[in-house]
C-alpha cells in the first residue's frame, strides 16, 4: 500500500471517528459511507461498499442514545476495505469483516475510555470552570477533539497494520474465505433482524411494517 494511499486512509480515519460523537455527526460515521470512501481511497469502491453494507447491518442494531455503549463500526469499516481491497472476488470480504468488527469492539473500549478521561478533565477544572473562564472550556473542547482524533487514528493505524498482515498471510483458502463472508453477512441479517423485532415488538403496526419489508427484500432478491 502506497504511503499517499496510507495517509488517506490515516485522515479519513479520523474524519469518520471524530463524526461519530464529537463533531459534526453527518453520518460520515456510518460503515456503508465510510467503507465506500476507504474503498475509493485504495481504488476498489466495489470491496468498500460490500464490507461496508455487512457492516451497517450490524450498526443499524445500535440504538445511541444517552450514555449508551456501542462499537464504533464506521472505524471498522476503513479497517474492513482496507483488508478487502484488490482481492480477487469475495475473497477477502469475510475476513475484511471479521478485522472490521475487531476494530470496532476495540474502538467502543476506546471510546469509554476517551470518556472517562474527558470526565476528569473536566471534574479537575470544576472551580474554574464555575468562575466563567469561557477560555477554559475551550481549551477542555479542544483537548477532547484531539483526544478522539488521536483515537481514531491510532484504531485506524492498528487496522491497516492487521490488513496487512492478514493480506501477507491470508489465513483460510477460497472456500473458507466465502464460507466466512457468508457467514458474516447471515450474522448481520440475524443482527438487524433482532432489532427490527425488539423496536417494532410494541406495535402491531410495526410489525407488519417490519414484515413488509422482509418481503419486499426478499422480492428484490428473486426478481434480480
Known amino acids: 500500500m502506497e504511503f499517499t494511499t496510507v495517509g488517506g486512509l490515516l485522515l479519513w480515519g479520523a474524519v469518520v471517528g471524530l463524526d461519530l460523537a464529537t463533531i459534526a455527526q453527518v453520518m460520515i460515521a456510518r460503515p456503508l459511507v465510510a467503507g465506500v470512501v476507504a474503498g475509493w481511497i485504495i481504488g ?7 464490507v461496508g453494507a455487512i457492516l451497517e447491518l450490524f450498526a443499524l ?24 481491497g484488490g ?20 474502538g467502543e473500549i476506546a471510546i469509554q475510555l476517551i470518556r472517562q478521561r474527558t470526565a476528569a478533565d ?7 470552570i464555575d468562575s466563567g473562564d469561557i477560555s477554559v472550556i475551550y481549551r477542555l473542547h479542544l483537548r477532547g477533539i484531539v483526544r478522539d ?59 407488519v411494517w417490519l414484515a413488509a419489508g422482509l418481503l419486499a427484500g426478499v422480492a428484490w432478491v428473486v426478481v434480480r
Not at 482481492?87 to 476495540?106: E, S, W
Not at 473536566?122 to 474554574?128: D, F, N, T
Request: proline share 3%.
Open 44 to 50: 476498489d469502491v466495489q470491496a468498500g461498499l460490500i
Open 149 to 207: 482524533a488521536a483515537r481514531a487514528i491510532a484504531l485506524t493505524g492498528l487496522g491497516l497494520l492487521l490488513a496487512a498482515a492478514v493480506r501477507i498471510a491470508m489465513p483460510v483458502g477460497v472456500r473458507g474465505a466465502v464460507l466466512l463472508g457468508a457467514v458474516a453477512m447471515g450474522v448481520g441479517l440475524g443482527t438487524t433482524l433482532v432489532s427490527g423485532t425488539r423496536i417494532a415488538q410494541d406495535s402491531r403496526r410495526g410489525l
Open 122 to 128: 473536566v471534574v479537575s477544572r470544576r472551580e474554574v
Open 61 to 84: 442494531e445500535v440504538l445511541p442514545f444517552g450514555a449508551a455503549r456501542y462499537p464504533d463500526y464506521g472505524l471498522g469499516a476503513v479497517a474492513a476495505a482496507a483488508t478487502a
Open 87 to 106: 482481492a480477487p472476488g469475495v475473497f477477502g470480504i469475510g475476513i475484511g469483516v471479521a478485522v472490521g468488527l475487531l476494530i470496532a469492539y476495540l
